[in-house]
């Protein structure tokens, strides 16, 4: 158990459809990281927010959002969806905004657009 | 954009082999960090190299950042099963729209006994 919580860990949904994924970070840090991973494309960054605030922000489409909450818990809104959508979708945590000392990885979320 | 090209892609291996995988790029990264990551798993990271030069070890694994900080190898000596997994190496880009880290696409390795 890394410590970085993602539910849920599956997800099917069709097309057009809308979800949310959830990321409580590890205890201790502030920042969270959004990441998408393809087969293809391997781990792309979509986002990151710091103590609430967005900090970076990567090639995360419109159809796209986050947030983090005062809990520093963070949900990834993902609309529209269509079947390129379909990936791995991780959240890592940070102490510090900058990641110096590595990331937590969640287990991630599968996600599965039909 | 910066890139971080990985090689091999795939590598298949006995038990007892040694091995070594690259990371490069054209950019310079203030530090550079290896990931594992295991099917169904996130990553998890091995180490974090800093300093051009600079090599760390961790048992059988050796890591090393290139004197220019643009690229890294990971030597694995007499590899073993339980090393089988995606090697990921990532650079630590401060700033900018691509976020922190920007990472390779990785090695996968597998170790048969």
């Known amino acids: 158990d890394s410590g970085v919580t993602q539910t849920p860990k599956h997800l099917i949904t069709a097309t057009g459809q809308r979800v949310t994924l959830r990321c409580s970070p590890r205890s201790g840090d502030l920042s969270v990281y959004w990441y998408q991973q393809s087969l293809d494309q391997g781990l792309q960054f979509l986002i990151q927010?710091?103590?609430?605030?967005?900090?970076a922000k990567g090639n995360i489409l419109e159809r796209f959002s986050a947030q983090q909450f005062p809990d520093l818990h963070s949900e990834l809104n993902l609309s529209s969806l269509e079947l390129g959508d379909s990936a791995l979708y991780f959240c890592a945590s940070s102490v510090s905004s900058g990641g110096t000392y590595g990331y937590t990885f969640g287990s991630g979320t599968r996600l599965t657009v039909v | 954009t910066q890139l971080l090209e990985q090689s091999p892609q795939f590598l298949s291996i006995q038990e007892g082999e040694n091995l070594t995988v690259y990371c490069n790029s054209s950019s310079v990264f203030s530090s550079l960090q290896w990931y594992r990551q295991e099917p169904g798993e996130g990553p998890v990271l091995l180490v974090t190299?800093?300093?051009?030069?600079e090599v760390k070890k961790l048992k059988r694994l050796t890591f090393q950042f290139g004197d220019a900080r643009k690229d890294s190898s990971l030597h694995i000596t007499a590899a073993q099963p339980g090393d089988t997994g995606l090697y990921l190496c990532?650079?630590?880009?401060?700033?900018?729209?691509?976020?922190?880290?920007?990472f390779g696409k990785g090695t996968k390795l597998s170790v048969k006994p």
């Open positions: 927010y710091y103590n609430g605030e967005e900090r």
């Open positions: 990532a650079g630590m880009n401060y700033g900018g729209s691509q976020g922190n880290l920007i």
């Open positions: 190299v800093v300093t051009g030069g």
